[in-house]
C-alpha cells in the first residue's frame, strides 16, 4: 500500500537561510507522482511543486526544488532564502499512476515551518 | 479564472441532520476528491472520482456519501450516521500534473 512519511513535526529557519524538508514514500507501482503544499493558518491549500516518477530532473518553481532521490524513496522540499511569509504547514502528497489512470491523492502528517525573523 | 469554488465557507449542523457540501471545478480535470482535516492534523481522504458516475471510498468513507453526475460537481454529503463531523473538509481536482484545492468548508456540529 502507498505511504508518505514526513518526520519533522515542526521546523524553524532563520530568515534568509535555505531549509530542507523531508518527505519519504513508500509505493509498488513504478509511475507516480509526488506533490508538495503549503497551508497558511488560514486554511487553504496553495500547490508548490511537483515531480513524476519518470521525471530525470529534479523540479524546481522559483524558491522551491524538489530533491527527488528515487532509489531512496524521498521526495524533500528546498525553500531557498526563507521569508518571513513562508511560515506555514507544508505537506507532502503522492499519487500513484499518472495522467488519468491515477488513484488516490495521499498526504504525509505535515511540518510546522516558522521562519525567525 | 479556472478554479475550485467550495460552498458554503462556513456550516452549522444540528445533531441528527444531513448536510451537503459543494465542491465545482471549472478546470476541465477528471479526477476530483474529498478530503477531511482535524485541527493539527494531516488530511485524510473520504471519496473520490477519477470518471462521472463513478466513484471509491478512502480511507475514511463512513458516515459520508458523494456523486458524480456532472464532470464539474462532486457534491459530499455528511449524514448523521457520522458521529464526529466537525472538521475542515477540502475538495481537490487533478489532471496530469495539476493538483488543486477549493478554500475549503467548515462544518461544526451545534
Known amino acids: 500500500a502507498q505511504k508518505i512519511t514526513q518526520t519533522q513535526p515542526g521546523m524553524f529557519v532563520q530568515e534568509k537561510e535555505a531549509v530542507t524538508l523531508d518527505c519519504t514514500y513508500d509505493t509498488s507501482d513504478p509511475s507516480y507522482g509526488l506533490f508538495w503544499y503549503k497551508q497558511p493558518s488560514s486554511g487553504e491549500m496553495i500547490f508548490l511543486i511537483y515531480q513524476g516518477s519518470y521525471d530525470q530532473q529534479n523540479a524546481t518553481e522559483g524558491r522551491y526544488s524538489l530533491n527527488f532521490q528515487k532509489a531512496r524513496k524521498s521526495a524533500n522540499l528546498v525553500i531557498s532564502a526563507s521569508q518571513l511569509g513562508d511560515s506555514a504547514m507544508y505537506f507532502c502528497?503522492?499519487?500513484?499512476?499518472?495522467?488519468?489512470?491515477?488513484?488516490?491523492?495521499?498526504f504525509g502528517q505535515g511540518t510546522e515551518l516558522s521562519v525567525k525573523p | 479564472d479556472g478554479g475550485i469554488t467550495q460552498s458554503p465557507k462556513y456550516l452549522f449542523r444540528k445533531e441528527g441532520q444531513n448536510v451537503t457540501l459543494s465542491c465545482e471545478q471549472n478546470?476541465?480535470?477528471?479526477?476530483m476528491y474529498w478530503y477531511r482535516q482535524d485541527p493539527g492534523q494531516g488530511l485524510r481522504l473520504i471519496y473520490y472520482s477519477q470518471i462521472v458516475n463513478d466513484f471509491q471510498k478512502g480511507d475514511i468513507a463512513e458516515g459520508y456519501s458523494v456523486s458524480r453526475e456532472k464532470k464539474e460537481s462532486f457534491p459530499l454529503t455528511v449524514t448523521s450516521a457520522q458521529k464526529n463531523p466537525t472538521a475542515f473538509y477540502l475538495c481537490?481536482?487533478?489532471?496530469?500534473?495539476?493538483?488543486?484545492f477549493g478554500q475549503g468548508t467548515r462544518l461544526t456540529v451545534v
Open positions: 481537490a481536482s487533478i489532471q496530469l500534473t495539476e493538483a488543486f
Open positions: 478546470l476541465n480535470h477528471d479526477a
Open positions: 502528497a503522492m499519487r500513484e499512476g499518472l495522467w488519468n489512470q491515477g488513484g488516490k491523492l495521499i
